[in-house]
């Protein structure tokens, strides 16, 4: 759909993985954003556990609307809408964000607004919160725990792939890279934290060459693998900073690098990023420097848009249509990427 739609006020909800959030936009004004996050119960499994991620959603969903609801000053009554992500993800996880949402709408007869958790990600690009809002058309690097792409958003959250990744995303590269150093899941915020304080050029770890637009991150992680094994284990604990940011290095310039070439080639002037991975100060910094150099337009959303929210899905649904009560009532959700897959 190409602009936008007016929903008025929506209740919106995303359980995708291991964050339980909610929020109320109306437009492209978030009212309220809570994300309860679940790390601290899946880093004792050094990783999400899917069944454990859907129990927890259904414990704090209802306190998490709650709390959204009295952070906006409004009630259940004033809401003109709801809208949720139905995929991808972690199936479990997202049907309870889908049961939910099904309830709070069909209870008062409000319209439902499905929406795609990479389109939710894009939207992210749209808040109105005092920083310059993106405008189509823009290149949009979509980099998360899940995805690595490069998406033509040409209108709304519509968009077409025009690079990805061979094998892991940048969010795993993080995830397995911080793991290796023995930082504590998730690991891409504290690898880049530590990175902050190390020296980027102390390891030259390999810049991968796979398809012109696409990215590869495995090799990536088996030599940062292979340096650690040539390392005492003092001299892994007196070096890690230095690693770590040389680590962190070689994922931004490969993403940094792709963004260009991408630009270049489709003829694009504006580019924007999403995804947890774009909440990285080193990627931040890097894209800021290569957009200035070559008079690129960069667009970057607050950190805690790029991250795992629901403020992100209300922006996504103000592009889409909504389903009229009930005739959401068998909607079903997907773990698999039904939208990213038709490119
Ligand atoms: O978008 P997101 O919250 O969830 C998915 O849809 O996957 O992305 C999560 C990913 C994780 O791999 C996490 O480690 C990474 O984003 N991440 C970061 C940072 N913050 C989150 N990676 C690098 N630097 C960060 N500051
Ligand atoms: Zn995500």
């Not at 109105?128 to 809002?133: E, L």
């Not at 030259?204 to 637009?213: I, M, R, V």
């Not at 580019?271 to 337009?297: D, F, H, K, T």
Request: glycine share 10%; net charge negative.
């Amino acid at each position: 759909m190409n602009g936008r739609t007016s929903h008025g006020l929506l209740l919106c909800i995303e359980t995708s993985c291991d964050d339980t959030s909610a929020a109320l936009v109306r437009d492209r004004d978030v009212l309220a954003s809570i994300v309860s996050s679940q790390h601290e119960l899946h880093a004792e499994f050094g990783g999400i556990v899917p069944e454990v991620a859907s129990r927890r959603h259904t414990e704090l969903l209802n306190d998490v609307v709650a709390e959204a609801l009295a952070t906006a000053g409004v009630g259940l009554d004033d809401l003109e809408g709801v809208a949720v992500t139905i995929g991808p993800g972690l199936i479990g996880a997202l049907l309870v964000g889908l049961a939910a949402a099904k309830t709070f709408a069909w209870q008062r007869r409000l319209p439902l607004v499905p929406v795609d958790h990479l389109q939710g990600h894009i939207a992210a690009n749209y808040a109105a919160d005092g920083r310059s809002v993106a405008t189509p058309p823009f290149l949009c690097l979509v980099v998360s725990g899940g995805h690595t792409l490069l998406a033509r958003v040409d209108a709304g959250v519509e968009y077409r792939i025009v690079g990805r990744t061979v094998d892991d995303a940048a969010g795993e590269a993080f995830d397995k890279g911080a793991r290796l150093l023995g930082l504590p899941y998730p690991g891409g915020r504290e690898l880049d934290r530590l990175a902050g304080d190390g020296d980027p050029s102390s390891v030259d770890f390999p810049l991968a060459l796979p398809g012109e637009l696409d990215f590869s991150f495995s090799g990536l992680k088996t030599a940062l693998l292979y340096h650690l094994r040539g390392l005492s284990d003092s001299e892994v604990a007196s070096r890690r900073a230095d690693i770590a940011a040389a680590y962190q290095d070689a994922i931004v310039r490969q993403l940094v690098g792709k963004v260009v070439r991408c630009a270049e080639r489709e003829g694009m002037r504006n580019v924007a990023v999403a995804g947890g991975v774009a909440a990285n100060s080193g990627l931040r910094r890097a894209l800021g420097e290569a957009c200035a150099e070559r008079g690129l337009a960069l667009h970057l959303p607050a950190p805690a848009l790029c991250t795992d929210n629901a403020a992100m899905v209300g922006l996504a649904a103000a592009c889409l249509p909504a389903i009229p009560w009930p005739e959401y009532l068998a909607l079903d959700a997907y773990a698999a990427a039904a939208l990213a897959e038709r490119a």
